[in-house]
Each structure stands twice: as C-alpha cells, then as structure tokens.
C-alpha cells in the first residue's frame, strides 16, 4: 500500500468516525439509547482503525482492533491507557446494546460517553493529523 492509498484509507475511516458520532448524537436525540451506544462504537472503532492504518496495520477483527490499538498506541505512549480502557468498555457496551435482553442505558449516561467519546475521537485525530499532511 502506497502512502498516498494509506493517507486515503485513514482519511475515509475518519469520516466514517465522524458520520457514527453524528448518527449518535441524533440517536440520543431522539431517546434511540441503545442504538446510540452501538453508534458511539463503531465512531471509536473506526478512529482506532484509521489509527492503525497508520503504522500500516490491519486488524482482521474487533478484538484484534482493541489489542493492536493497546500494543501499537497505548504501550508506545501516543494514546493514553483510559482510551484503551473506554475502547473495551464502549466495545462491550455495544454488544450489550445489540443483544442484551437486560441492558439498560440512561440518557446522562450515554451523553458522559459521548463526551469520552468525542476525546477519544479528538485525541486519535491529533496523533494521526502529521500522517494525514504527509509530515
């Protein structure tokens, strides 16, 4: 893969990224909680992959995505452990979301995660922002 084709692919997972987040807010809008919190998912899944494009990584699973992200970013110092840690909580809160029978979810709660979300998805985008202007 050529720099140019990465920079693009990380381009796109970030708008990917952004176009969850903004379903999420529209979603709690509209009191959707559940839908919204597998939303707030995949804004963070999608920066955490365009994260990894970065270093020329593709994970082949959600789960792999969450190790890669904590070995590749966490470890390394460029993200910090709470990202790493709101990854797996928000990763599980998700397949709660979609399948739990018994998960309930409360407005104020799903706006803190938007908020932890939205730094989750501010401090992906300034790690790879270089990336991106080819720095």
Same mark, same amino acid.
């Given at each position: ?25 529209? !979603? ?19 920066? /955490? ?16 995505? /969450? ?18 840690? !709101? ?27 938007? /908020? ?20």
């Amino acid at each position: 893969m050529t720099d140019a084709n990465k920079r693009a692919n990380v381009a796109s997972e970030l708008a990917r990224a952004d176009e969850s987040m903004r379903a999420a807010r529209v !979603l709690v809008d509209a009191a959707l909680l559940h839908d919204a919190e597998s939303r707030l998912y995949y804004a963070i899944y999608h920066a /955490a992959v365009a994260l990894l494009l970065t270093e020329g990584l593709e994970p082949r699973s959600h789960a792999g995505t /969450a190790s890669m992200l904590g070995l590749h970013f966490v470890k390394t110092g460029r993200m910090d452990p709470e990202d790493a840690r !709101l990854f797996a909580r928000i990763q599980k809160y998700r397949l709660e979301a979609d399948y739990g029978r018994d998960f309930v979810l409360t407005e104020a709660a799903l706006r803190e995660d938007l /908020a932890s979300c939205q730094t989750f998805l501010d401090r992906a985008r300034g790690t790879i922002g270089g990336f991106l202007r080819g720095a």
